[in-house]
């Protein structure tokens, strides 16, 4: 990753990948299954402002298979998007989804949500899954810790977490140096752990930091504590992320959180939030977020955002997509999940060039307090 610019903590950069450039910082599209929920389109994206789709693996080796998908070509030409595609590990859907699962050293046994039978995922098979999707990025398999948890095992699972990404390493060089691999230069990013014990988050990113993987993640957070114990980790674990390689903040989350991840050396962020509340009428603006079925919108025939040129802003009223809503059209929900993302988007770029120049502070001050409001 090359830094163009720094404003205290926050970072303005630009990563080169196999399949494209991202400029940084950026928010990665939730593609769960390989398509945005909401009947959005990896070809809608385009217009949406995406740099980054995100898919997951743990679905995608549920079903449709992910042997079928390398079969098909790749999620790339499996979803028609052509840019960069970050597929996380399976580990966070293993630990929150899965039924009856048993952790051992090898990996973790556990019975699919979908039909119940019986699957296995540990560091070579969540390798051989990405590798056969052929995404652009890999996420290293960890365990994901619910916070609050006991420090003796928070730190039991560092621990294990590091002896399965040098797993993940190994396995992937391997796969990479197949003929018949999809992406031979797929990039591996390594997870962080720790809960909210900064001591075994600053240790355990020591340890990650010395195996040199192509980024790093902060994982484990949005997943039960305060946003203030979020904050305070990722600024105790930040001085200890190498400068030359993009920071990732798994999960997170609202505007608000994205704003202050940046602030705190934060390049890449995903969250299924502005799609799923999109799906329940609950839009993103910058003046704060909006509640689409209040009763005050019925004859209200301004779009979701004043300030706003998404597809849905340009075209349509609060009033006929709250009617919309009301009358049960599947039409209501693309139209929203377009606008957040849209939305989205358009706050990475303004902080970006807010960083470009020289103003972020600026804009972190101006926005920190209106983003998160109720309207």
Known sequence: MRLLKTEESARRGILETPHGTIQTPAFMNVATCGAIKGAVSAYDLKSLKCQVQLCNTYHLHVRPGDQLVKELGGLHAFTGWDGPILTDSGGFQVFSLAKLRRIREEGVTFASHIDGRKLFIGPEESMRIQ??????????????????????????????????????????????????????????????????????????????????????????????????EMYRVIEAVEPYMPTDKPRYLMGVGTPVNILEGVYRGVDLFDC????????????????????????????????????????????????????????????????????????????????????????????????????????
């Open 131 to 228: 590798s056969h999707l052929g995404s652009t990025i890999a996420m290293a398999f960890d365990e994901c810790v619910e916070n609050p948890a006991p420090y003796a095992y928070s730190k039991a699972s560092c621990e294990r977490t590091t002896r399965w990404l040098e797993r993940c390493k190994a396995e992937m060089e391997r796969l990479n140096s197949l003929p018949d691999t999809l992406n031979p230069r797929q990039m591996l990013f390594g997870i962080n752990q720790g809960c909210t014990f900064d001591q075994l988050r600053v240790e355990h990113m020591r340890q990650i930091a010395a195996l040199n993987l192509d980024g790093y993640a902060i994982g484990g957070l949005a997943v039960g504590e305060t946003a203030p």
């Open 272 to 375: 299924v939030m502005p799609a799923r509340n999109a799906r329940h009428a609950h839009v993103f603006t910058w003046s704060g977020h909006r509640n689409l079925l209040n009763q005050k919108y019925e004859k209200d025939l301004a779009p979701l955002d004043e300030e706003c040129d998404c597809p849905t802003c340009r075209r349509h009223s609060r009033a006929y997509i709250r009617h919309l809503f009301k009358a049960g059209e599947m039409l209501a929900m693309r139209l929203c999940v377009m606008h957040n993302l849209y939305f989205y988007n358009t706050l990475m770029e303004r902080i970006r060039e807010a960083l470009d120049q020289g103003t972020f502070g600026a804009f972190y001050d101006q926005y920190r307090g209106i983003l998160d409001r109720r309207i």
